[in-house]
């Protein structure tokens, strides 16, 4: 890619980048100007530079590149030599000059400050700046790795050429960075916020706890917050000196910033004003949460894949009394019918699990007041349907598929652009089959690809229009999705369902006083509405009673109660497919509880037989099926499952990723287009041998499989637990509890 590269400065950026180019073989000669004359020759000794010199001019002949990796106060004189090299026919006029500096309004002004004191014309320069480094300098820290998915900030003018831009760019993707391009003005103020600050606040800190008088108790006794805050101040001094002055008027409002919030924190405390401070942080704590999502996908720190494994042993006994989750369903939809109601919610038994906090999030994005769940306690101060405000960046929706596709009906109607990303899993689902009725309602809707998936881009100011909708196929999700887009159209917007679906947002939008028709498998909704706010509990999810139920039903000593589950008809598909299975379950204490019917449900050790599971009863354990396959394996006898084409667009494709586990695990079955075929094994003790059982990251293929251990010979292993906590956090606890043997690793 180049000839001669010349570095300036052999620091840990200067010289990692070096490394980085030999590594991928972008130049085969790289040569140094360094002050210190120890780091020119480690670097010629292990073959980092062909020559070094401490004079710039004798490096610089023949050279069409070169990186700057200095402190930003140290530039002028450096952008002086580079033009009076070109001045004098020393470098070509191609010669590409690009910098790492972690400030961009000075560097710039520095390259036209010294051509015009030289006299040329500016000189072919790209301001860049790699978000990367580590606590070690020096040449001999060198990482030609340390730029791997971190993100590079270049900050052309309009007058840099093209070509210098495209090969700067092509430089930093090659040494494999994500690269983006903003002006050198936000990029400064920017990062006064996001670098600067937090690096002046740590050495601060570290200075103020310095100058105490008892200095040794505080440091010896410092615990993990203290360390991971004060970490930053061990970085180099000259060269944050250096960044604070050239950054001085962004930094400076940064800090006026700070010291605001600071101010208003203070005065919380002095009152003893515990509802507010508990608002403050807990906002605090979630807005860490989901940016720290968003800033794992764009790479403004180390990517690192998460892991999460569990290790199972054999176990025969599952019982006691037991409380799960919070229903997903309803807790998502009462966070968003509460944020576009007139007045303020109170949502209790709310699942605090990270897809119905993702839908949190999102309103608080969108200028909701939302209060920080406790004990699945929030209250919401609701907006009204014409409330909600752009969100200041793209609203990230981790895994959650439902709140993208629900998201997707109400953004559709709002008067703002809007823009939906999701982790990688959710990055591959299709939204398609909610943009095309949601286009035809009159929205602006753009996805992304062939397949249609996330990002969602939804240009807002649309008038939209009721529509009658034959869905092809059926899907809460959907439903809900065009309902919700109904409140704001004109007339009226009609979905019929080829099969009944669960019909929480039909009952919660009631329970907010918003008039629902239903005439047989046709849902109506008459745009032009209001919401009120009103009170909502929540009960336990009948999708994470499921993984109970089964185990209660496969162990060898199973005797189970699952506290106030939700028995929504539309959701109870379980329920019957077990019963036809001849699972010892009854259902007590039931009841109706915030417009929706609970039970306690009590499942004991019961002898199973196949099925074929009846058609009508497949939309009702959409979600269930994962768990139910580990129940059909147990089973004497062939289960047979069709039309449930939709499960392989889920988290994972999850006909095929069972299928793959169960055969591990030695069940024979087979896959099928819309569903599967099961060989059940339920005359023997141990249906399952052991195994290693990859879950592609899908929440319910891992409980799914830690059930299936009460029916196992050996040790069952499961990669890719980490996002059990999307839909039932302590899950894992909760069954060890009940008589399973997970371990965590």
Request: charged share 20%; aromatic share 4%.
């Amino acid at each position: 890619m180049f000839e001669k590269v010349c570095v300036v400065g052999l620091g840990l950026i200067g010289a990692s980048l070096a490394q980085a180019m030999l590594d991928k073989g972008l130049t085969s000669n790289i040569v140094a100007c360094d002050f210190n004359q120890q780091s020119l020759e480690i670097a010629k000794i292990e073959g980092l530079i062909t020559d070094g010199a401490k004079q710039l001019s004798e490096m610089l002949p023949g050279c069409d590149l070169i990186i700057i990796a200095v402190p930003v106060k140290a530039v002028l004189p450096i952008f002086r030599q580079i033009a009076q090299a070109k001045k004098d026919g020393v470098l070509a006029a191609d010669c590409i000059t690009t910098d790492v500096c972690s400030t961009k309004m000075n560097v710039i002004e520095a390259v036209r400050e010294a051509s015009a004191a030289i006299g040329i014309e500016p000189i072919n320069f790209v301001a860049g700046h790699p978000i990367a480094g580590a606590e070690n300098s020096g040449v001999q820290a060198r990482n030609g790795r340390l730029f791997l998915h971190h993100h590079v900030i270049l900050c052309p003018e309009e007058q840099t050429n093209p070509d210098a831009i495209k090969k700067i760019r092509q430089l930093w993707q090659a040494v494999g960075a994500d690269v983006s391009e903003m002006s050198a003005e936000d990029h400064d103020r920017i990062l006064a916020h996001t670098s600067h600050l937090p690096h002046l606040l740590a050495f601060n800190l570290v200075n103020q706890l310095t100058n105490h008088n008892d200095n040794m108790n505080i440091f010896r006794y410092a615990a993990g917050g203290f360390r991971d805050f004060s970490r930053i101040a061990a970085s180099d001094p000259t060269m944050w000196h250096d960044i604070f002055l050239a950054n001085k008027p962004a930094l400076l409002t940064a800090i006026d910033d700070y010291q605001q919030h600071l101010e208003d924190l203070k005065q919380l405390i002095i009152e003893d004003d515990s509802a507010h401070m508990i608002d403050r942080l807990a906002q605090a704590r979630f807005a860490r949460r989901h940016f720290g999502h968003m800033l794992d996908k764009t790479a403004y720190m180390e990517r690192t894949l998460m892991t999460q494994t569990y290790v199972i042993s054999p176990s025969q006994q599952f019982t006691g009394t037991h409380t799960v989750a919070g229903d997903k369903s309803i807790s998502h939809r009462s966070i968003m019918l509460g944020s576009l109601a007139d007045g303020v919610t109170t949502v209790t038994g709310f699942l605090q699990g990270e897809d119905a906090l993702a839908t949190l999030q999102a309103f608080r994005d969108m200028g909701v007041e939302i209060t920080d769940p406790v004990d699945g306690k929030v209250m919401i101060k609701g907006v009204g349907v014409d409330g909600l405000k752009p969100a200041k960046k793209a609203i990230y929706m981790g895994n959650s598929g439902t709140s993208m596709r629900l998201l997707s009906g109400i953004l559709s109607a709002q008067n703002f652009d809007s823009v939906m990303t999701g982790d990688p899993s959710l990055s591959k689902r299709p939204m398609e089959r909610v943009a095309k009725p949601l286009r035809e309602m009159g929205a602006k809707i753009q996805t992304t690809g062939d397949k249609g998936t996330p990002p969602m881009t939804i240009t807002g100011g649309q008038t939209l229009t009721g529509i009658h909708y034959d869905m092809p196929m059926a899907s809460a999700q959907v439903k809900s999705c065009l309902l919700l887009a109904g409140i704001w159209a004109k007339g009226t917007t009609t979905v019929v369902e080829p099969e009944i679906t669960r019909d929480h947002t039909e009952r919660m939008l009631t329970a907010f006083g918003y008039s629902v028709t239903k005439d047989g498998n046709a849902i109506s909704i008459t745009g032009g509405g209001r919401l009120t706010a009103t009170d909502i509990a929540v009960p336990a999810d009948i999708s994470s009673a499921a993984f109970f139920m089964v185990a209660g039903a496969i162990a060898q000593q199973g005797n189970v109660t699952i506290k106030q589950v939700g028995i929504n008809p539309t959701r109870t598909g379980v329920i019957d497919i077990l019963k036809l299975m001849g699972a010892d379950l009854t259902l007590t204490n039931e009841a109706v509880v915030g417009g929706e019917p609970v039970a306690d449900i009590v499942v004991k050790s019961s002898k199973l037989k196949g099925i074929e599971i009846p058609a009508h009863l497949v939309p009702l354990a959409i979600d269930e099926f994962p768990v139910l396959f580990v129940a059909a394996s147990c089973a004497e006898g062939k289960t047979v499952l069709h039309g449930a084409e939709e499960l392989r667009v889920k988290e994972s494709d999850r006909i095929q990723v069972m299928a793959d586990g169960l055969k591990t695990l030695g069940i024979n079955c087979t896959v099928l287009e819309d569903g599967i075929e099961i060989e059940g094994r339920g005359d023997i003790d141990h249906v399952f041998g052991g195994g290693e059982i990859e879950s592609h990251h899908d929440h319910r293929i891992a409980m799914s499989f830690t059930v299936a251990s009460l029916r196992a010979s050996d040790t069952i292993t499961i990669h890719g637990t980490e996002t059990v906590n999307t839909s039932f956090p302590g899950f894992a606890e909760l069954a060890n509890s009940a008589g399973l043997n997970v371990s965590v690793e």
